[in-house]
């Protein structure tokens, strides 16, 4: 096992909830391969989780910030390197939620007002951490950010909902703020589409287990959990991808690439029944 891959790095890690988030995997993994962390999350997701214990465990700072609030950011990142005595290296963005998912309002009755705040909450919070990190110039030379994302911003998934027009505009964001950072900073910035994920988060949408077991039968790998996801996350905060960047890298077993695996046509033909036409 390769280690030290993080040595004398530091990064801010948004969206640790609980120990079924990826954001936690990602801060004990990071920490563990040597970086200083601080973590941040909304109030919240700080009230009702237990990001204490995870700072904690890997000696890290907790700075509470809205993701969508310009003033939390600039704070957040001006305390951040204070505590980093100067720049950092990574950011992670884990940051996801819909409240048309939430209430169990089907995509073509979208209320737009939450809509609205699915879109601000789960892509544009990228965009304004970007726009807050280059204009502090907060990231070092060669530094990396990274956003997690699913397959459903290249494809319909019934009941993702608002969230699949949210990964897609997040995706779409670091392209475009990828190209402006690395031209001027050669600062990373790439995604990671990873499999459906038992996360307090995910297991909120409707028909979640199927979804998890399907996307399983379909994968020749099989799903990849939280753990697969966060090494990930690691190789690309580490100086390993230093010109790797403007990617989506799909971290989901083999299933974007599937049209019908054999498992899949199995379990079919074993449940095979007379459906609606839906």
């Known amino acids: 096992m390769i280690t030290n891959l993080l040595e004398g790095k530091k990064g801010i890690v948004f969206g640790a909830l609980n120990d079924k988030s990826i954001a936690w995997h990602v801060a004990e993994k990071a920490h563990a391969q040597g970086a200083r962390l601080v973590l941040t999350n909304a109030p919240v997701a700080i009230r009702m989780g237990t990001i204490g214990e995870l700072a904690e465990k890997t000696g890290s700072e907790v700075i509470t910030a809205d993701a969508t609030s310009m003033q939390d950011l600039e704070v957040l ?5 204070e505590i980093f005595d100067g720049k950092f290296d990574f950011v992670l963005h884990s940051i996801g939620m819909s409240p048309n998912v939430r209430k169990g309002i089907p995509y073509a009755e ?3 007002e939450n809509m609205l705040k699915t879109l601000d909450i789960s892509a544009l919070s990228f965009h304004r951490i970007l726009q807050t990190a280059y204009k502090l110039d907060a990231i070092k030379e060669w530094g990396s950010v990274v956003a997690l994302t699913y397959v459903a911003a290249q494809r319909t998934l019934a009941g ?11 995706e779409s964001i670091a392209r475009s703020f990828g190209y402006i950072y690395g031209k001027d900073r050669h600062v990373r910035v ?3 589409s990873q499999s459906p994920t038992a996360t307090t988060a995910g297991s909120g949408i409707a028909g979640f287990d199927s979804l998890v077991d399907f996307s399983d039968r379909m994968s020749p790998l099989g799903n990849a959990d939280a753990s697969d996801c966060a090494d990930v996350c690691i190789t690309l905060f580490s100086d390993l991808t230093k010109k790797v960047t403007m990617q989506n890298i799909f971290n989901d077993g083999g299933f974007s690439s599937m049209g019908m695996s054999e498992r899949a046509i199995e ?3 074993k449940s ?4 609606p036409d839906k």
Not at 160 to 170: E, F, I, P, T, V
């Open 77 to 81: 990142f001006n305390r951040s390197m």
């Open 110 to 112: 979208s209320s737009y």
């Open 160 to 170: 993702y909902n608002d969230m699949g027009d949210a990964k897609a505009l997040l």
């Open 190 to 192: 790439n995604t990671i």
């Open 267 to 269: 379990q079919y033909n």
């Open 272 to 275: 095979f029944r007379e459906c």
